[in-house]
């Protein structure tokens, strides 16, 4: 009996251990996620209203917020002031400075018209939606008196239309409210596996962990890895037919900016969204895409090539219709740039080559216009 006793003792002992070195395991594991989303927040601040700013993921960035040179408040008498509106894209976070559309916008348009002041700002971010240029243009771009405001914007709306589980928290909802984007992370350590809770186990952050290791799960977090990239996908399905349920909420977005813009006397210029998604694409050029699978994934699949070719069209389409309904210039940049990775660096997101025609095209809509006198 005393040697029962004792070895029922030893087990209870070991397990009482165990839970406990597994407890001070997980608070370890919180601690560490906690700091480390304290560090981000810290090198990146983010804005109540507006997500990410351009500070913290460009260069340079003057004064104002922007992305260009230093800008002269009020307005100097004689500058002719642009600013351009969007996502990563037009922010450029691929690309230098020189090398993003609005600086050289800004070159070519010195270069037709020699000794007029003129400087294009440029006012996206990364990240950015409809909904989000509507804000940043109330509060910040307003306030600097533009002449014209240049905007161009769909993958991120369309984006929107899903609930993917790293990126977002709950259903849809219309304002886009689901959808934290950059700031995912701020729900908790979770939002990093993509294997939904296989056991009470999972209950515990270590274990969870564990597992990824032990089953080599890709992370969501790398779109830049193709390895990894293609892992996530073969968890999941492709979709030939998703909702695009963020369309209507993007004609409404869209029609407001543009309407706010023109409403303040300013000229408008809207575009389509050059992307590289076709049929033809080799297998070795697919590999280049992430857009689907890591921010338009939801209930185990994801868009297919064909769906994303889809919905960028539709997108496209609103926005022409849009500017139609208002009565501004639209600038077809998706006919415009070559679908081909001599132009795009990824799904969307353009080399030199790209922003050397969206400059061209806009440079030329300007000066059709009539906008500035020599």
Not at 84 to 97: D, E, I, K, M, R
Request: hydrophobic share 45%; glycine share 4%; aromatic share 10%.
């Amino acid at each position: 009996m005393k040697s029962v006793a004792l070895a029922l003792l030893v087990m209870v002992s070991m397990a009482v251990a165990a839970l406990l070195a597994i407890t001070v395991a997980d608070w370890k594991l919180e601690a560490d996620f906690a700091r480390s989303v304290s560090a981000e927040v810290r090198r990146r601040p983010p804005h109540p209203f507006l997500q990410v700013l351009p500070r913290g993921q460009v260069t340079p960035v003057n004064a104002a917020g922007f992305r260009g040179e230093e800008i002269a408040l009020p307005k100097p008498p004689g500058t002719f002031r642009i600013v351009t509106l969007g996502g990563s894209t037009t922010l450029g976070v691929a690309n230098p400075y020189e090398e993003s559309y609005p600086f050289l916008l800004q070159r070519r348009l010195r270069e037709r018209f020699p000794g007029r002041r003129i400087e294009v700002q440029n006012a996206a971010a990364a990240w950015y939606t409809t909904a989000h240029n509507i804000v940043s243009y109330d509060l910040h771009v307003r306030q600097v008196d533009p002449d014209v405001v240049i905007f161009f914007e769909a993958i991120n709306d369309l984006a929107r239309s899903f609930s993917p589980p790293w990126f977002a928290q709950g259903r849809f909802q219309p304002d886009y409210g689901h959808y934290m984007g950059p700031y995912a992370r701020f729900a908790g350590p979770e939002v990093e596996f993509i294997a939904e809770p296989r056991s009470r186990l999972d209950a515990w952050l270590s274990w969870r962990m564990l597992m990824r290791r032990v089953h080599n799960d890709p992370t969501p977090f790398n779109q830049r890895d193709p390895d990894n990239v293609a892992r996530l996908m073969a968890r999941m399905t492709p979709n030939d037919a998703p909702a695009f349920r963020s369309l209507p909420s993007y004609r409404q977005f869209y029609a407001t900016l543009v309407h706010d813009v023109a409403a303040d006397g300013h000229a408008v210029i809207v575009a389509s969204q050059p992307f590289v998604y076709r049929e033809t694409l080799s297998d070795a050029d697919r590999r280049r895409l992430y857009f689907a699978p890591i921010f338009c994934a939801e209930a185990g699949a994801y868009p297919s090539l064909s769906a994303m070719i889809r919905g960028m069209r539709e997108f496209n389409a609103a926005a022409r219709a849009v500017a139609d309904s208002q009565h501004v210039t639209f600038v077809d940049l998706e006919a415009a740039v070559p679908k081909d990775f001599d132009h795009f660096s990824d799904d969307v997101h353009l080399r030199r080559a790209g922003n050397d025609i969206i400059a061209t095209r806009f440079a030329d809509a300007i000066v059709s216009m009539g906008l500035i006198r020599p």
